[in-house]
């Protein structure tokens, strides 16, 4: 493989090539050891700026990921009360638990300062970034590929995982698959991560349609019949056929038989379940009050809803997780600021599932961060009466590019941080940046040299590791 | 619980912003090359042909009503079959599982009433009827040797599993 004549380059280039880092930032570098054995990134995307999240200038938006006193300068030390929703606004009732006690930034590192410090600030270059660790200005569609290798990619080639070792779970379907695998060609679809959007399939369409009932009984609702017996015995079957049968070119994604037929029992226990509960549980207890007063999920909540069960289920090395809801914000400010509430109480979820969890509990590292932020101004759609209007993205201003990073785990220093030190060659910042975040996520799962290497074969600025976060 | 299903239903409506997407099939034209390499079917020629194959007739609109359990009605909505199941193909990265799926619904749907394992006395004749209705043409005599030995040898292989096998073959995903 020429990643590694790429490593040994870069690595006799040393300091002027790839811009030494002093002491809170270095490039990766191969066997250190780390005590979490995967690496969880979770983007509250659809473009999050820190004044209302960290600088909690419209009330305490997250306050159980971040308490509820400001956590930037320039927004005050007082308790920042709750969140600010504009009399008259109408939206349905938020079903949240309680309140934690103790923040959650308290257990682990927060970079308040993170820089998305390139790219274009839209989603789905965002949530690219967050996949392969390169800033990016992707175009939004399907068949649309990253230069660079995901982190799915470089973990599957290294350790030979199957697909189910690598996931990417989105709210957010359609032009978002292509990020199941990038263009590189010592890379690409052989190494593909497993992609599911909560949203899309986590719901009663498939036996509602395939099973064509035009009356439907509340107590005999429609389920779809796929044991794991039949799934093996029409696979096998089928695998006789297709002996006979040329296969597809390289460039159609397949995933091994034995991935995709443990997809299919996965996906088939929910369609499988008669209550439905295992689409969106009641038990879970965030979401928003349904017409019959129960509790309805958002697009959010049945995205981390099945992230846990992925991780439950699968415990795989590396994931990644992109939310959308704040997005409402290029019309509805209020709507952001409750979609934050949604967002902080699903994350508090996932962390408190992974730390009760025997297999996730203490060798997970969760990375939990915006995919990038939303400009200064307000673009005057759908001004409420606190005189708020939307908020759009893209421009590129500070307010895009200022977001945060929270990373837990056992393998984290807790504490605020904000170095204004990071130096690196192109590295205007001075700061940790978001391509950092993915190089250490990589560099836990023992990848971070062969991301960094195969980044600065294709003359991009990899990201690096932060020191200064790490225990 | 009917919340949940009136859910399913509008999911596909309640997209938020920055959503847009540009969708490229992409085409050769003058490709002379005879040994074309398969390529799967779209979700939509996969859905259409499924459709056709299995019910006799396109996706549509099923008319659902939802009734209590004393037979009162609650509810009555549309399903639009292949916009709905567009959606749900569209959200899982492998096409093979999530297209099994479907059609492993499909193949219990109240439209079509393939007989029950017992019922088949002649295992090759029906293996070699679906192989006419889906695939075309008859079985080679491996195949049929395969799928009827099966059929004796594994209690799983029943006439659902015959057709989900046939549907799901490359052959038949193929364009």
Known sequence: MTTLSRRNLFRAAGAAAAGAAISRGRPALAGRTFAAKRSVIVSIAGGLRLSESLGMAEGATMPNLFGRVPLVSGFGDDDAGPTRIAPGYVSPQLVLPPERRVPLYTEGALVANLRYAEGVPGHLQGAACLTSGLYNDLDNREDARLEAPTLFEIHRRQT????LDAWYVSNVAGFYRALQYGGHPEFGQAFAGSWVSPPSTANAIVPLVTRGNKRIRLDG????????????AARELRAVLDGNTPAYGADVLQQRTEDSAAMEDYLAEIYGDPTYQSFYPDAIGIGTVGDGGGLDATGDALTIYHTERILERFKPSVMVVSLIDIDVCHDDFNGYLESQRVADALVTHLWDFIQSTPGLKDETALF????????????????????????????GDDGDRDVWLLALGPDFKPGVHAPTNIEQAGRGSGRYETIDVVTTAAEILGHGDVMTSTLTGLGKRPGLVMEGILR | MLKRMMFAAFLVVGAAACKDEYAFDQAVAGDTDSERVPRPKTDGQFLRSVYADLLGRAPGQLEVEIVDEGGNTLSEFPLDEQELLLVVLDGVGDDDAMRSLVVAGLVESEELSLPAKADVADPAAFVSEQFRNFLGREPNAYELDAFVAAWSRD??????VVVRAIIGSREYQSQ
Request: net charge negative; proline share 10%; glycine share 12%.
């Open chain 1, 160 to 163: 030979n995982a199957a697909a």
């Open chain 1, 221 to 232: 609702l429609p389920i779809v019949n796929d044991s794991p017996e039949s799934n093996r």
């Open chain 1, 368 to 395: 939990v961060l915006p995919e990038h932020g939303r400009q200064l101004q307000f673009n005057g759609q759908n001004t409420d009466t606190l005189g708020r209007s939307g908020l759009d993205h893209g421009g």
């Open chain 2, 155 to 160: 209690p799983a292989v029943d006439p659902k």
